[in-house]
T-cell receptor, first 119, second 114 residues
């Protein structure tokens, strides 16, 4: 089974509007972390936001927020007030076993959603 | 501040030729290092990761190999490239001494095998 599922290959949003990018995950580990990365056309992967499985509140970082619904195993990214520079591929990722000092842990990535912001 | 470098940025190689991609990290000690491959239009696939010098873990069987000759240097190699090795190769680093450790990615190498 896929660890991370992103069902939206492409999304369009009007500039200054909000957009939600979907992500569902599959794990039996009670301890895990969820990440969102942005990949512009230059190819680099830019870390956006993190949500731990034990975090009580949804993570927020500036215009990015993560809508974490643990029972539904979803971790949707919400981008508010979209800007033209937000046009990029967005990847959801998960790491299982988020314990202190465990060293390298593998990130499982989804297939990504291409977001296009329309002026 | 920490920076991660990859070279070359772009590479075109014929089938059967050898490969060597280099990744170096500055500004941190004993990082965890990762090699990912991203096929066109797809997500990232972890190939190798390393928690220290000489320590390499492979995630998928393939004709690629990795080495870590120095603390902040990670090399991806192949003796004979296949067409299926084409893709975008990303190196990443993290430090594992916190409750979570996001990975920071390099600029990537775009490899085309002809």
């Amino acid at each position: 089974a896929q660890k991370i599922t992103q069902t939206q290959p492409g999304m369009f949003v009007q500039e200054k509007e909000a957009v939600t990018l979907d992500c569902t995950y599959d794990t039996s580990d009670p301890s895990y972390g969820l990440f969102w990365y942005k990949q512009p056309s230059s190819g680099e992967m830019i870390f956006l936001i993190y949500q731990g499985s034990y975090d009580q509140q949804n993570a927020t970082e500036g215009r990015y927020s993560l809508n974490f619904q643990k029972a539904r195993k979803s971790a949707n990214l919400v981008i508010s007030a979209s800007q033209l520079g937000d046009s990029a591929m967005y990847f959801c990722a998960m790491r299982e076993g988020m314990r202190f000092g465990t060293g390298a842990n593998n990130l499982f990535f989804g297939t990504g959603t291409r977001l296009t912001v329309i002026p | 501040s920490q920076t991660i470098h990859q070279w070359p940025a772009t590479l075109v190689q014929p089938v059967g030729s050898p490969l060597s991609l280099e990744c170096t990290v500055e500004g941190t000690s004993n990082p965890n290092l990762y090699w990912y491959r991203q096929a066109a239009g797809r997500g990232l696939q972890l190939l190798f990761y390393s928690v220290g010098i000489g320590q390499i873990s492979s995630e998928v069987p393939q004709n690629l190999s990795a080495s870590r000759p120095q603390d902040r240097q990670f090399i991806l190699s192949s003796k004979k490239l296949l067409l299926s090795d084409s893709g975008f190769y990303l190196c990443a680093w993290s430090v594992g001494d916190r409750g979570f450790d996001e990975q920071y990615f390099g600029p990537g190498t775009r490899l085309t095998v002809t």
